[in-house]
């Protein structure tokens, strides 16, 4: 064993911090509503942490977006039209 990450393991980049921010959402408020502990959120929000299928449909259902609007596989590069 290396000890590095898979890319299957890296952190998926995601806007909850930002989505959390705009629906002006406290962390435990935002955790009560998608059932989990508040510690989660800021696992998810500092990238330590990988949402299950489930929570993920949570975050769509709550803040009424499509799960690739909250999470991306890859961030774009600066400058890139694509």
Request: charged fraction near 30%.
């Amino acid at each position: 064993m290396t000890g590095r990450k898979s890319s299957e393991d890296a952190p998926i980049p995601n806007r909850i911090a930002e989505l959390r921010e705009k629906a002006k959402l406290s962390r435990v408020e935002l955790a009560e509503r998608v059932g989990v502990n508040s510690q989660t959120i800021g696992y998810l929000e500092r990238g330590e942490y990988n949402p299950s299928l489930a929570l993920a449909f949570r975050f769509s259902e709550l803040f009424g977006l499509p799960v690739e609007k909250i999470f991306v596989r890859k961030q774009k590069k600066r400058g890139s039209s694509a």
